[in-house]
């Protein structure tokens, strides 16, 4: 069965430091999102991205955040300067249609700021 | 604006009763659907199933079944015959089908789910 999936699976970085998630959504799926998820928390929209560029994006998703897709089946997540406050789960999501009767998630990235 | 409200942080089911875990939600839009979630300790989210604003019928999906009651605003996910394997976080969540509208999905704050044998 088609799967989204996320690498890393954790990541520790320091403070400051640029980290870069990486997803690769489903083979046909056109629409791509992140979203994230602060431990103990809800699950929250950061971007969206059609045809090489954002659609929707929240007041999380500042300067800081960056999306792309370099090549045909990658989709990233970069954030440039990293926070104490970044640290959170972040998932990749893809879907065929913009309002789709689904959207399918990858497992998550772990992502720890220290 | 949409917003989900999931009311119950934790719920507690005997092995192989059925459970109700309740969601309502609040949208100005004329059509939308809702999802369900499973998010196990792992940490991946798991999608359930899906419930459109127009559609008839209640979803079901094996052992999950959506009882929707648009007057209501309400989406509560049922669970027949749970399984130890079915403790876990689920969530509700909503994405405007209007056309032009944003396509993310709105989450409530999930229900923590423990299965006891």
């Known amino acids: 069965e088609p799967e989204v999936t996320q690498t890393p699976s954790h990541q520790v970085t320091q403070m400051g430091q640029e980290v870069i998630l990486r997803c690769v959504p489903i083979?046909?799926?056109?629409?791509f999102y992140w979203y994230r998820q602060i431990l103990g928390q809800k699950v929250e929209f950061l971007v969206s991205?059609?045809?090489?560029?954002?659609?929707?994006k929240s007041e999380i998703f500042d300067d800081q955040f960056s999306v792309e897709r370099p090549d045909g089946s990658n989709f990233t997540l970069k954030i440039r300067s990293t926070k104490l406050e970044d640290s959170a789960m972040y998932f990749c999501?893809?879907?065929?249609?913009?309002?789709?009767?689904?959207?399918?998630f990858g497992q998550g990235t772990r992502l720890t700021v220290v | 604006a949409q917003k989900i409200t999931q009311t119950q942080p934790g719920m507690f089911v005997q092995e192989k009763e059925a459970v109700t875990l309740d969601c309502t939600y609040d949208?100005?839009?004329?059509?939308?659907?809702l999802f369900w979630y499973k998010q196990p300790s792992s940490g991946e989210m798991i999608f359930l199933i899906y419930?459109?604003?127009?559609?008839?019928q209640n979803a079901t999906e094996g052992r999950y079944s959506l009882n929707f009651q648009k007057a209501r605003k309400s989406a509560n996910l049922v669970i027949s015959a749970s399984q130890l394997g079915d403790s876990a976080m689920y969530f509700c969540?909503?994405?405007?089908?209007?056309?032009?509208?944003?396509?993310?999905?709105?989450f409530g704050s999930g229900t923590q789910l423990t299965v006891l044998p």
């Open positions: 969540a909503m994405r405007s089908l209007t056309s032009g509208s944003a396509r993310q999905l709105t």
């Open positions: 949208t100005s839009d004329p059509s939308y659907g």
């Open positions: 999501a893809s879907s065929l249609r913009p309002q789709g009767t689904e959207a399918f």
């Open positions: 083979s046909n799926h056109l629409y």
């Open positions: 419930q459109g604003s127009y559609d008839q």
């Open positions: 991205f059609y045809n090489n560029e954002i659609s929707e």
